[in-house]
Structures are given as C-alpha cells and as structure tokens.
C-alpha cells in the first residue's frame, strides 16, 4: 500500500495482516507471562528459593547450637554434670536431698 495523498485509508489486506501481527505478538505475550517457565514459573521459583534459604539459615543455626552441645558434653564436665542432676535427678555423693511431704 503506498499512500500519498492525507486522506488514504488501508484496505482490507493491510487490516489483515495489522491484526494478524498484534495476535502473534499477544501470542508471545502470553506464552512469556503464562506460559511453562514463564514469568509466573519464575516468581514461584523466586519464592521456593528464598523459602529454602530461610530454612537452610535455621538448619544452619541449629546443627551450630547441636555442635556446641556435642562439644561441652565431651570436654565440659559441669555441664554433664549439670545435664545430670536437671534430667536424671542425680546427685553428688556428699548432697543430701530434702523431700517435702505433699498435702
């Protein structure tokens, strides 16, 4: 279509192929946002990621607070010795434990 003049309007072919590209280009649009591995696929992606992150963090934390246990326990005898008599109810050979009767 060559249009010289101002006022020149485009004939049915033109329409045609004008609406046949914003089709293929919505197309495109909706196979990235919708699509497999599209935007959505990626923003749920980003959040399990950053929800295994946090949880790895608190694993982490935890298996320190594990190994610092595990070492007082081999080379802290007061602390075994304290683990002992809170959990075993244990005493020293020299304690003497004082029962109160119950009402």
């Known amino acids: 279509m060559v249009c010289v003049e101002k006022g020149c309007s ?3 072919k033109d329409k045609v192929i004008i609406s046949a590209g914003i089709l293929i280009f ?3 649009l909706f ?3 919708l699509g497999d591995r599209g935007a959505v696929d990626l923003y749920q992606l980003k959040l399990e990621r950053d929800r295994l992150r946090q949880a790895n ?3 982490q934390e935890r ?3 594990q190994y610092r246990t595990i070492e ?3 080379y802290d005898s007061e602390f075994v010795e ?3 008599r809170r959990e075993l ?3 020293a050979k020299d304690e003497v434990v004082i029962l109160k009767k119950k009402k």
């Open 10 to 12: 485009m004939d049915t």
């Open 26 to 28: 919505l197309g495109f």
């Open 31 to 33: 196979v990235i946002g």
């Open 57 to 59: 963090l608190h694993l």
């Open 63 to 65: 298996n320190e607070v």
């Open 72 to 74: 007082r326990l081999n």
């Open 82 to 84: 304290n683990i002992a």
């Open 89 to 91: 109810g244990m005493i």
